[in-house]
């Protein structure tokens, strides 16, 4: 009966040095988790800042282009085509000329 008991005794260790580590590490886990919580937090107001900074730049560029557009469709398509043609024509033939003797 005696050998029983201390059979008894032996298991009864082991789950106890088992939740002790267990424990530690849940505790350091539990840690990590708060933190890594807290810091996303942190980039969550961060974010909510600059999603409202950009949404009222958005706002304010909307109304100067709602502002600029009567003006904007003045231009013909004449003054149009002198403004990007003549430019876009003169950009492809600098490309075409060589910059070293063939």
Known sequence: HTHSSEHTHTVNTHPEQWYKTDFSNSISWYINIISESENLEKEN???????????EE?????????????????????????????????????????????
């Open 58 to 102: 958005a706002k304010y560029l909307s109304t100067v282009l709602s502002n600029h557009e009567p003006l904007c469709t003045g231009l013909s398509g004449a003054s149009t085509e002198l403004l990007y043609g003549a430019h876009h024509g003169a950009f492809h033939q600098h490309i075409s000329v060589p910059h070293y003797p063939l």
């Open 45 to 55: 107001a961060a974010l909510r800042k600059e999603v409202k900074r950009l949404t």
